[in-house]
């Protein structure tokens, strides 16, 4: 079955939502469509989150950071903005997961590349390792105990 853009996204939030609420975090969600984040996540502070549909692509999951929507003249991509949103939250169909991403750490970034095994060239400066994102990693980590 091929799947809309609107359609993995809600998925992708139905996930989200399910496993933050899992972890006990409490969930909101904006009254109206169309603004830059999808949920509230009140962990101590609120933090605005943007949900994404990641795939798999071989060893690594990719997160994208933009938002793309139809204009006149085509397709516009449009990167997030601090001002905007806090984290990325996204779901990963094939692994069945879900991962945060704070948005210092995809700031300026079309997208974010998260390694599932060690590389061919074990390269271990600045890989991002999915096991460091997952929710029970970095949400657990904020919203404590």
Same mark, same amino acid.
């Given at each position: 079955?091929?799947? &809309?853009? +609107?359609?993995k996204?809600?998925?992708?939030?139905? /996930?989200?939502? /399910?496993?933050?609420?899992?972890?006990?975090?409490?969930v909101?969600?904006?009254? =109206?469509?169309?603004? #830059?984040?999808? !949920?509230?996540f009140?962990?101590?502070?609120?933090? #605005?989150?943007? *949900?994404?549909?990641?795939?798999?692509?071989?060893?690594?999951?990719v997160?994208? $950071?933009?938002s +793309?929507?139809?204009?006149?003249?085509? @397709?516009?991509?449009r !990167?997030?903005? &601090?001002?905007?949103?806090?984290?990325?939250?996204a779901y *990963?169909p094939?692994?069945?997961? $879900?991962y945060f991403v704070?948005?210092? @750490?995809? =700031?300026?970034?079309t997208?974010?590349? @998260?390694?599932?095994?060690?590389? !061919? +060239?074990n390269?271990?400066?600045?890989? #991002?390792?999915? &096991?460091d994102? &997952?929710?029970? /990693?970095? @949400?657990?980590?904020?919203?404590?105990?």
């Amino acid at each position: 079955m091929v799947l &809309s853009t +609107n359609q993995k996204g809600a998925i992708a939030e139905t /996930a989200i939502v /399910a496993a933050a609420t899992w972890m006990g975090v409490d969930v909101y969600r904006p009254v =109206a469509e169309g603004g #830059r984040y999808d !949920l509230i996540f009140d962990v101590g502070r609120l933090v #605005r989150v943007q *949900c994404k549909w990641a795939a798999r692509a071989g060893d690594v999951v990719v997160v994208r $950071c933009y938002s +793309n929507r139809r204009a006149r003249d085509g @397709l516009v991509r449009r !990167l997030y903005a &601090s001002t905007e949103i806090d984290a990325f939250a996204a779901y *990963c169909p094939e692994l069945d997961a $879900c991962y945060f991403v704070p948005f210092e @750490l995809a =700031a300026g970034q079309t997208m974010v590349q @998260l390694r599932l095994t060690p590389t !061919l +060239n074990n390269q271990r400066r600045r890989v #991002r390792w999915a &096991s460091d994102f &997952s929710f029970e /990693a970095r @949400l657990g980590a904020i919203a404590g105990p």
